[in-house]
């Protein structure tokens, strides 16, 4: 499985304000170009799995055999201030995103 293209996802507001972080797993079904058609979460907390979804869907990936592969998205608040601001998205090959905020600025 290999990540053609993706867009960065900042930390679900209201995940946030509520302090909510973990792991939400999402299954991604392609189209024959490896652009995802469709998405389901297999796991994950209720706040954070609408805007995985909508995250996943604008990915593309290499086509596959399976057309389909597996995105884990990994949320997680911390009390340092970040470099980037407040938010920061970063993607570990080959299906691995972390989005981190900051949980002392809640804007």
């Known amino acids: 499985m290999k990540v053609v293209d993706f867009v960065d996802l900042g930390y679900p507001q209201l995940a946030r304000q509520a302090r909510i ?10 189209d024959e170009k490896g652009k995802v058609v469709d998405a389901t979460a297999l796991s994950g907390a209720e706040a954070l799995v609408p805007s995985t979804l ?5 990915w593309r990936f290499q086509p596959n055999a399976n057309e389909a592969v597996v ?3 990994n949320f997680r608040l911390t009390d ?11 993607l ?6 972390t989005i981190t905020a900051c949980a002392n600025k809640i804007q």
């Open 21 to 30: 972080q973990g792991v939400v797993v999402v299954w991604a079904k392609l």
């Open 54 to 58: 909508e995250n996943a869907r604008k």
């Open 71 to 73: 995105i884990v998205y």
């Open 80 to 90: 340092a201030e970040l470099r980037s601001g407040c938010s920061h998205f970063s």
């Open 92 to 97: 570990e090959p080959p299906n691995f995103a």
